[in-house]
Structures are given as structure tokens and as C-alpha cells.
């Protein structure tokens, strides 16, 4: 395997070697298509020089990554290129993600231009969800059909996030012919400020007649100072405008502050129909779950008949889990919709509810349909049962010709090549072509190949896509092991927590960099990475060297036992404290112990706390591949004391305390 790796290495240094001598020394164009032009080509692309881009792309003839070159001219001329050379490109290159990209952009350009014809004929060949594209295609059907097509649009409507120019217009038709009356355009005002789209909610308002308008001054309050205009009843409920900013305001008071806002709710809220009564108590609760507010269980009971949406249900069980009241918990996910009730996260929560309740039988039973699924309540599931989890894999026999086979597709060649040359987007495009619809022996065999090559992030995912026959080797490589293994002892940290971590980080991608700047296997940050080399006195440390994945796994590593022995040793504290900072993991501990596991599915951040359950979950799986002692999910997860460190016992000076 280090051989392997070592190979990688140095075919990726040849191919950026070339590319620095072809480009620093001035080497002239050659009879064959080099990956120097290639990179010319992008470079060309990327600074909408259509003029050199032409220049270039005939040196790419036969090239491997031809069909980019050709992509990329037509796009920089896109509103003016010939349908035929447009299609021809498509059909020469159907079934790839270049085809159905250019499809997608070349059906938004015709539609801007009312080329209804020839968007006609393409529309039906389209490749996934798009809404822009689908509010074009309403567009289109309105000149055949008229204005009655319309009412296709009010799903675009009804949402709290801002929809893109076509819909937009077809929203101002639909409010032109009175389609969308001023109980839709309220509607659509609690969903906006529901997800916090304030700027939405103020656009919507604007849309009213100006009869059921509210004075802008009104909405200013409801704004700038909410719970002083919520407070003082500034805000008067006799209306149904005065009604719906009021709530705004409440919604927007306990955002910041759920009980201070809902002491001002009391104050007026009986001079509120029972319906807007109870949706006012709705924000509250949620708002309060939201902030772990230990009042917030008793708070959402006051909410009881109010029309809640997903993430206020979500909370609502959440609440009820902070407050150990699993009669709520089993209430809460009966009150859910099968399609959001069958998720694992309440299943799970479900049978603890009746095992509360004695009963056992149907608790098993919840338990045993959980067991057999390979994430985090599985894994809580099976050990409610009294089971160790053992991964039993079934991996595809090697097959040296099937690899050969697979690697010679020319797709395949084209993931490979993007890679080298440093375009993740796109060879993560390609490779998902590859795989999608694909058996799991097939899945399998791409794993395999990708692993073979490095392609550490595309070998997990296609062996994490299996349905049936799973090879747990693969879903879990232990690529690095020299450098995480050493860097884990060296820090007494569990070798499968740090490989988790690590997994859920990067997919061990050692040069990988972060939308936000983290780099490297364990996506550190460069001013925690100083933070780092200054306490351990590495005076030579330079930001590059977290590509190197002994120095990023030495730093993350030290930073990663440096925030367990201030968060008491607790693996899920440190986990979402890797991820949000210690500040935040410290902030989130409860007034009463609580279980690791509740405190896990409590954290109020989406990400840090899907990322909390999927590492440990990882870290069991690890521990098997490598032959570890068995520790039980429930021992990682432990429980969690309260609050007793100061947040200043974390430095703030020397290190961004909310990132890593």
C-alpha cells in the first residue's frame, strides 16, 4: 500500500511538473494534445476570454478531455451559439454531466429569449430538479394554454426561501390576476420569517393591495426593534396586519431571546384569535428548543393544535428529550407524518419511549427493524438489544480483468485525469455518472478501482451506495494509517475516533481545502494550525504543510485531545466542540446530566449535529476494521454533566475558539 500511495504521489508530481516546465519555460504547442493545453483552455474559460479559448481548443483534438474544451466554447457564446452545433454536442456527449449541464444552461438562455420552439423539443430531455428551469417550462406551457397553466406555479409559492427571475414572473402575473389573494401572500410571509428570510418577508408585504398593506412604519418596528415594539404593544392585534407583524415580531424577539420574548407574549397574547394564539405560543417553543431552554417541552405543550412544519416537529421531540418526558416524545413522533416519522432519528426515539413506558415488546420490535441499518441508531438500536456491533462484509473478489475493463471506460479515465489536474467539481461530476444506478457488485468494483488509484473520497462513497452486499473495508479505509495511527498514540486518543473524524472530514483527500479555508485530512484551519505549531514549537510551520497528511494529522490530532481534557474527557463533547468550537459544545450541556445521545440529537447547529452522530457512528465501524478493543456506542456518547467550566477556560486570544 505505501508503495502504491508513493506512485500516486509522484504521477501527480509529474503531471504538475509538466505542466509548470510547458508553461514557465514557453514550450511551443506539439503535434499531440498535451494536458498543458488543457489547462490553457480552462484558464482561457475561466477569464471569459472566448477569443483565446478559440486559439486554444484545436490543440485539444483527440485530447482525452476534448469534449471540455468544446463545452466551454460553447458556453462563453451561449445566447448566440447555432442550435445545430448545440445539439450536435449533445448528442455526441449524451449520458455525460457535460451534456446534461449544457442542456440545463441552454434551456434557461432560450427561454430568456422566448426561443419556445427549440425549448420545446430539449425540455423533456432535461436531467434532474431544477426550478428555474421548471418555472421556464410553465412559462412556455402558458403561451399554448393560457393562464390557467398558473396554479403550477403555487408550489414556488409556497415557501420561505426566495425562487429564482422565472418564477418571479410568474408569481407577478398570478398576483396581476388576482390568483394569489392576500390570505396566500400572508401565507407566504410566516414561511418567510418561519425561515428566518426577513428580507423575503418585507418583499412579500409589499405585494398586498394596498387596502390590507401595512403602514411601513409599522413593519420598521416589527424589524429594527422587535421586542420593544412586541413589548409595549406598539403593534396592535385588531387587524390582520397588525395580527401577522406582531407574530413577526414575536418570531424575530425569540430568536434572540425565547424567554424574554415570551414574558412580552403573555402581555398581549389573549387578544389574539386562538389560532394566531396558538401559533405565537408555536414560535416561542421552538425558538426555546432551539436555545435548550429547559422551560421549552412545557411551552410547546401551550402549542398544542397549532399547524406545525417539519423542523418545528423535529424540535418539538427534541425538547421533550431535554425534558426526560418520553410520554411527550412518543406523542410528538405520532404527531408526525409517516413520511418524516419513519426517519431512523425518530424510530429510535419512538421505541425508548415505549421501553419507558414497559412497553417492551413493541420497543423491540421498533429496535430489531433498526438493527439491521449501519448508521448511528442502528448502531444504538442493535445495542438496545443487547448486541455487539460486528459488520459482516461480503467483498467482490478480486477480479484483475474487471478493474482493467472498468478503468479503460472512458469516463472513468476522464475522473482520473480531472483529478490530477487539480478539478475536484469536475471529477466528482464524472464519477458520479459512473456510479449512479450501478448493482452493488458494480458499485463494489468502482470502489476498488478508485482505491487502487488514490481516489480515497470516491472509493468510500460508491462503497457506501450498496444496498445489500456491503464490504466494510471499503465504506471504512484505513489509507494514512502510519501517519493517523502515530499521530493518535501520540496523542493517547483512540485510533478509531481520530480515523472517523478524519473520514467524516475529508474522506482522506490530503490536499483537499474548505469553502472556508480548512485544509487537509482533518480540515484544519490555518490560524488554529499556528495556534498549534506555536504550543508545540514549530517555528518552521508554513500553511502549506497541512497538505501533508503526518503534520495535518499531528496538529489535528493535538487539537482534538486538547479540546477533550477541557470538556472532560467526553469523546461527544470534543467531537461537535472539533466542529463548532468549544465554546459552543461547552454552551450546550444542560442544567441536569444528560445522556450523550440526547445531547447529541440536541444540538442546535444542523450540521455539527448530523457530523456529532456520524463520526461516532464511524468510530465503531473503525474499531472493527482495526481490530480494536470492543467500547459500546453507548459508553462513547456517556453522559453528559452540567455546565461547570467558564467559557473563558478556552483561549480566545491565541486561537478562533469557534473553529478548528
Same mark, same amino acid.
Given at each position: ?115 419556445? +420552439? ?39 409559492? +409556497? ?13 407577478? !402575473? ?40 401595512? +403602514? ?23 387587524? %390582520? ?42 414560535? !416561542? ?338 474499531? +472493527? ?25 478556552? %483561549? ?9
Amino acid at each position: 500500500m505505501q508503495a502504491m500511495r508513493a506512485m500516486h504521489f509522484l504521477e501527480f508530481a509529474a503531471v504538475r511538473a509538466a505542466l509548470i516546465l510547458a508553461f514557465g519555460f514557453g514550450v511551443s504547442a506539439e503535434a499531440q494534445p498535451t494536458d498543458a493545453d488543457f489547462v490553457a483552455a480552462r484558464d482561457a474559460y475561466r477569464a471569459g476570454d472566448a477569443a483565446r479559448l478559440d486559439r486554444v481548443a484545436p490543440r485539444l483534438k483527440d485530447h482525452l478531455l476534448e469534449q471540455y474544451a468544446m463545452y466551454w466554447q460553447i458556453r462563453l457564446k451561449l445566447d448566440d451559439a447555432d442550435p445545430e452545433r448545440v445539439k450536435a454536442f449533445l448528442t455526441r456527449n449524451a449520458g455525460t454531466p457535460l451534456a446534461d449541464r449544457l442542456r440545463t444552461a441552454w434551456l434557461k438562455s432560450l427561454a430568456k429569449r422566448e426561443q419556445w +420552439a427549440l425549448f420545446a423539443a430539449e425540455y423533456p430531455k432535461r436531467a434532474g430538479d431544477d426550478t428555474e428551469l421548471d418555472c421556464d417550462a410553465i412559462q412556455w406551457k402558458r403561451t399554448r394554454d393560457g393562464d390557467t397553466v398558473l396554479d403550477e406555479a403555487r408550489p414556488y409559492w +409556497a415557501t420561505g426561501q426566495d425562487q429564482p427571475e422565472s418564477c418571479q414572473a410568474l408569481f407577478a !402575473v398570478m398576483l396581476k390576476t388576482q390568483r394569489l389573494t392576500p390570505d396566500d401572500i400572508w401565507m407566504r410571509f410566516r414561511l418567510a420569517h418561519e425561515a428566518g428570510n426577513s428580507r423575503l418577508a418585507a418583499r412579500v408585504v409589499g405585494e398586498l393591495p394596498p387596502a390590507d398593506r401595512p +403602514a411601513p412604519r409599522d413593519l420598521e418596528r416589527a424589524e429594527r426593534n422587535s421586542a420593544q415594539a412586541l413589548a409595549k404593544g406598539e403593534l396592535r392585534p385588531t387587524s %390582520p396586519a397588525g395580527r401577522e407583524l406582531a407574530l413577526y415580531a414575536l418570531d424575530r424577539a425569540a430568536r434572540s431571546d425565547a424567554a424574554s420574548a415570551r414574558e412580552a407574549w403573555l402581555k398581549v397574547r389573549d387578544r389574539f384569535p386562538e389560532p394566531d394564539r396558538l401559533y405565537g405560543n408555536l414560535l !416561542v417553543a421552538h425558538q426555546a428548543a432551539r436555545q435548550l431552554n429547559p422551560a421549552a417541552n412545557e411551552w410547546y405543550r401551550e402549542a398544542e393544535g397549532a399547524r406545525q412544519n417539519s423542523e418545528q416537529r423535529a424540535w418539538r421531540v427534541r425538547a421533550a428529550l431535554r425534558s426526560r418526558s418520553w410520554p411527550d416524545v412518543a406523542r410528538a413522533v405520532d404527531a408526525m407524518p409517516d413520511d418524516q416519522s419513519l426517519d431512523p432519528a425518530w424510530r429510535y426515539w419512538k421505541a425508548r419511549a415505549l421501553a419507558a413506558a414497559g412497553e417492551s415488546e413493541d420497543s423491540t420490535r421498533l429496535y430489531a427493524g433498526l438493527a439491521t441499518e449501519h448508521h448511528f441508531y442502528g448502531l444504538m438500536a442493535a445495542e438496545a438489544l443487547g448486541a455487539a456491533i460486528m459488520p459482516v462484509s461480503e467483498p467482490l473478489p478480486p477480479d484483475a480483468q474487471a478493474l482493467t475493463e472498468f478503468g479503460a471506460r472512458d469516463a472513468v479515465q476522464r475522473v482520473v485525469r480531472l483529478t490530477a489536474l487539480d478539478l475536484r467539481p469536475e471529477a466528482l461530476r464524472e464519477w458520479q455518472y459512473v456510479v449512479r444506478g450501478q448493482s452493488d457488485e458494480m458499485l463494489l468494483l468502482a470502489a476498488e478501482f478508485a482505491r487502487r488509484n488514490g481516489l480515497y473520497d470516491r472509493s468510500i462513497n460508491s462503497a457506501d451506495r450498496t444496498q445489500r452486499r456491503h464490504d466494510f473495508a471499503l465504506r471504512y479505509q484505513t489509507p494514512y494509517q502510519g501517519e493517523i495511527g502515530t499521530a493518535a498514540r501520540d496523542a493517547q486518543l483512540d485510533e478509531a475516533w481520530v480515523y472517523g473524524l478524519a473520514r467524516q472530514e475529508s474522506r482522506f483527500v490530503a490536499d483537499i481545502v474548505s469553502s472556508a479555508g480548512a485544509v487537509g485530512l482533518m480540515q484544519l484551519m490555518p490560524p488554529t494550525a499556528k495556534w498549534v505549531a506555536r504550543q508545540t514549537g514549530r517555528a518552521d510551520f508554513r500553511t502549506p504543510q497541512l497538505e501533508n497528511p503526518g503534520v495535518n494529522a499531528q496538529f489535528g490530532t493535538y487539537y482534538l485531545r486538547y479540546v477533550l481534557d477541557r470538556l472532560d474527557g467526553l469523546p461527544v463533547l470534543a467531537t461537535a466542540a472539533y466542529n463548532a468550537g468549544p465554546g459552543r459544545a461547552q454552551a450546550w450541556r444542560g442544567a441536569l446530566p444528560i445522556e450523550g445521545a440526547i445531547y447529541a440529537e440536541t444540538i442546535p447547529f444542523n450540521e455539527t449535529r448530523d457530523y456529532v452522530k456520524k463520526v461516532l457512528a464511524n468510530a465503531m465501524f473503525y474499531q +472493527a476494521q482495526l481490530g480494536l478493543p470492543y467500547v459500546a456506542l453507548k459508553d462513547r456518547l456517556g453522559m453528559v454533566t452540567p455546565n461547570a467550566k467558564s467559557l473563558a477556560s478556552f %483561549p480566545t486570544a491565541d486561537h478562533p475558539e469557534d473553529s478548528r
